[in-house]
């Protein structure tokens, strides 16, 4: 016999009462409420239009998109440089014109194929959002009728089955190679820088024109995938909190972010203070509020340490970087990383405000290390970086273009002015660029939009 028909028989015996000459009569009363099999139905139902309705071929649309757009728009300027220099008696110069008309009119469909494409996006983006807080707060509400904990300890041990994997993974992993030494870099000197491959507004839209972005290039386990934002949320100057998303397309689509709190407000102490801001073992390094310190906040504890940088460094806007026209405002520190760590630029009027690079010791404090004074002027840099010890200095050419000009090698003391490295831009100004070792890629952070550049080694 079945054990639900044991059950049956148990329950029949427990409450059944005979009454003499008539028939058993049994009550059974349930103090549960019913489960909802319905509402489980419908979960399932959602889950599986999601799964349908969102798929890597539509992303692989825009890039396609967006590549037949950068394409055309080459052979538009192409054709208009041909056009300036024909001297023909009108014949061919009008055709040309015709070829021209024919060719714009092909960029501007694909411009509204990529529109529409990107609208879809942002709009399945938003209700896939929706419905899946709406499945999460189902599914929690399902879980009360969970009684004995089975799918509890189901979940709890797919956590420890996860947990032995990566505890598996790590005893197989190869020793990773030694670290790159200031001056050898193993894939050659920078030559080109090629892009950008990213270029969109984040998800505070254009609301805030300086700030940060980027990847760890020494990420905590876990969090390999994790990519930073930091905006500075007042007066263009101030942040308390950065803000990281799981994966890159949750970013460039603005979904799912998660907030950490670095200070109680703007300003007060330890608050962000500047655009020039990065990540580097699951710690984030920034110039403190109001002073000459480089702050590290840890990610996983959320402790906050500093380190001062030498007497008359210049801070609040003091020895900032600009260019003929303009100063970026509180940019007196930058921060860097590269295969060896984080840097730290600035500039003390007893350097005549030329640039000064310091090494930025790992440990709790941090500290400086190792120190090179230069002679470049601050003023004249619109951003700098360090790839493999060797710091990189850009200017403003025009509104198109920035210009990657300058590099000092620590391990030789060799300055270089003529390097003419070309970035081509797509807003006016970058308020912050920074190199990943990991990936070979510049994050650059240009009038609220994000932007990501290939860096070409030789």
């Given at each position: 016999m079945k054990s639900s028909?044991?059950?049956?028989?148990?329950?029949?015996?427990?409450?059944?009462?005979?009454?003499?000459?008539?028939?058993?009569?049994?009550?059974?009363?349930?103090?549960?409420?019913?489960?909802?099999?319905?509402?489980?139905?419908?979960?399932?139902?959602d889950a599986s239009k999601c799964n349908r309705s969102i798929s890597s071929g539509q992303m692989l649309e825009v890039d396609v998109l967006t590549l037949g757009v950068q394409r055309r728009l080459?052979?538009?300027?192409?054709?208009v440089s041909a056009l300036e220099i024909e001297d023909d008696g009108d014949l061919y110069g009008a055709v040309s014109l015709r070829v021209i008309e024919l060719e714009v009119a092909e960029v501007l469909e694909l411009m509204l194929k990529l529109n529409r494409s990107l609208g879809s996006h942002q709009q399945l983006s938003e209700s896939t959002s929706i419905k899946l807080q709406s499945?999460?707060?189902?599914?929690?509400?399902?879980?009360?009728?969970?009684?004995?904990?089975?799918?509890r300890k189901q979940l709890e041990n797919q956590r420890i089955r996860r947990e032995l994997a990566e505890c598996q993974h790590e005893l197989q992993t190869t020793d990773q190679p030694p670290t790159a030494q200031p001056g050898h870099c193993p894939q050659g000197?920078?030559?080109?820088?090629?892009?950008?491959?990213?270029?969109?507004?984040?998800?505070?839209?254009?609301?805030?024109?300086?700030?940060?972005?980027?990847?760890?290039?020494?990420?905590?386990?876990?969090?390999e995938n994790e990519y930073w934002l930091v905006a500075l949320t007042s007066s263009n100057v101030f942040a308390n909190y950065v803000r990281r998303y799981s994966s890159l397309s949750t970013l460039l689509v603005g979904v799912s972010p998660?907030?950490?709190?670095?200070?109680s407000g703007n300003p007060t102490t330890n608050t962000i203070q500047g655009p020039n801001v990065v990540m580097y073992d699951?710690?984030?390094?920034?110039?403190?509020?109001?002073?000459?310190?480089?702050?590290?906040?840890?990610?996983s504890d959320q402790s906050i340490s500093n380190v001062q940088l030498p007497p008359n460094t210049g801070f609040n806007s003091k020895l900032n970087f600009g260019h003929l026209a303009a100063a970026y405002g509180y940019t007196d520190l930058d921060l860097s990383t590269d295969e060896s760590g984080?840097?730290?630029?600035?500039?003390?009027?007893?350097?005549?405000?030329?640039?000064?690079?310091?090494?930025?010791?790992?440990?709790?404090p941090p500290s400086l290390n190792q120190t090179w004074q230069t002679s470049l002027h601050k003023r004249t840099v619109t951003n700098t970086f360090v790839a493999c010890g060797v710091l990189y200095a850009t200017r403003y050419l025009d509104k198109?273009?920035?210009?990657?000009?300058?590099?000092?090698?620590?391990?030789?003391?060799?300055?270089?002015?003529?390097?003419?490295?070309?970035?081509?831009?797509?807003q006016t100004n970058i308020q912050s660029l920074n190199y990943n070792p990991e990936d070979r890629k510049l994050y650059v952070y240009s009038d609220a939009y994000i932007l990501l550049y290939d860096a070409v080694f030789q």
């Open positions: 028909e044991l059950l049956v028989v148990f329950l029949f015996a427990l409450f059944s009462q005979c009454v003499r000459g008539k028939g058993c009569v049994c009550k059974l009363k349930n103090s549960e409420k019913p489960f909802p099999a319905q509402k489980l139905e419908s979960i399932h139902t080459e052979q538009l300027a192409e054709s499945m999460m707060e189902d599914m929690q509400e399902l879980e009360s009728f969970d009684h004995l904990h089975v799918v000197q920078l030559v080109d820088v090629s892009g950008p491959r990213i270029y969109t507004l984040t998800q505070h839209g254009t609301s805030y024109a300086y700030g940060a972005w980027g990847k760890d290039p020494k990420p905590a386990p876990g969090k998660v907030d950490t709190v670095i200070a699951d710690a984030l390094y920034y110039n403190c509020y109001n002073g000459p310190y480089v702050c590290r906040f840890n990610m984080v840097w730290v630029v600035y500039a003390t009027p007893e350097n005549f405000g030329n640039v000064i690079l310091s090494k930025v010791a790992e440990g709790i198109d273009q920035e210009e990657i000009f300058y590099s000092f090698d620590t391990e030789t003391g060799k300055e270089s002015y003529d390097l003419r490295i070309s970035i081509k831009k797509m």
